[in-house]
């Protein structure tokens, strides 16, 4: 695969993405106002692999990550490129880097409206709609479902009591993403019968807090997995991306100040990503759109 490309009068090379000072991926961030601070960048870099694209000078021009989840199948993210590179094929030369280094395996990405047709083409089909919704967590949250369980607290020392619930809802086995994940981040899940039936995770991100993953068997579940973060963050700004458009749980979140910012789509090539089954676990909120 090329290492390089000219794009009219300036020429890019692909560098590793350890490789380089995490202000400069946090400016590429902000010149397209994606909300990713220094720490994010960290925690993507730690769970993935990635590239770069800068000129002679080190400028950096756009990225594109790979997080694995075993040896089949991985999810693609943080790929961004500036106007200019964007507009002279950037894009397609950092996503065909990327698709190199995946080999094989299944694949899944969220795409942005701008980034939908070069996915199209990569042989990407759409999925779903994300709904990234977002706002300031009111005082008081709307009235909830009767509680059917019991909600606790998960240190992160017991994450095996929920990896395998995860594992039915993602598809695949994502324990070492969960791990990272954990760090700093507060969990809860919810026990019927002494079996745990989902869980939640609350940690910074971003302009303040997202809420992801979550996983639950019904929009009542849900909702509990959620409001159990949301109460602790009143006043401050959270953040839930999830497929659900109507419901109990859709409803909720609308009810408790977290609006419709944007959407992207949910895309996978090779085998079908999103496979729901009836009174299955579901992931209900996202782990993060690069993580899926």
């Not at 400069?24 to 769970?47: G, N, T």
């Amino acid at each position: 695969m090329q290492r390089s490309v000219r794009l009219n009068s300036f020429e890019l090379v692909a560098r590793d993405i350890n490789d380089v000072d995490v202000e400069l991926l946090h400016a590429l961030s902000i010149s397209v106002r994606w909300p990713h601070r220094p720490k994010d960048w960290d925690l993507l870099r730690r769970a993935g692999h990635g590239i770069v694209a800068v000129d002679g000078i080190g400028r950096v021009f756009g990225s594109a990550m790979w997080f694995p989840h075993g040896d089949d199948f991985a999810t693609i993210g943080l790929v961004i490129t500036t106007p200019r590179a964007q507009a002279q094929g950037g894009g397609r030369w950092l996503m065909e880097q990327v698709l190199e280094q995946c080999g094989d395996r299944n694949l899944a990405l969220n795409a942005t409206h701008p980034a939908y047709p070069l996915y199209i083409s990569l042989g990407f089909t759409s999925e779903a709609i994300d709904y990234m919704r977002q706002g300031q967590v009111p005082q008081t949250l709307p009235p909830m479902p009767a509680l059917d369980g019991e909600l606790s607290d998960l240190p992160s020392d017991r994450l095996g009591d929920i990896t395998a619930l995860d594992a039915r809802a993602f598809g695949t086995n994502r324990a070492r993403l969960l791990a990272l994940l954990s760090e700093g981040a507060s969990i809860s899940t919810l026990s019927r019968a002494g079996e745990v039936v989902g869980y939640s995770m609350c940690r910074e991100f971003g302009r303040g807090y997202v809420i992801g993953p979550i996983v639950a068997r019904s929009d009542q579940d849900a909702v509990h997995l959620t409001a159990v973060h949301l109460k602790k963050l009143a006043g401050q700004f959270a953040r839930v991306d999830t497929r659900e458009r109507d419901g109990a749980f859709a409803e909720f979140l609308q009810q408790s100040g977290l609006g419709i910012a944007e959407t992207v789509t949910t895309m996978s090539k090779g085998r079908r990503f999103l496979n729901r089954e009836s009174n299955e676990p579901w992931v209900y909120g996202l782990a993060g759109h690069a993580l899926s």
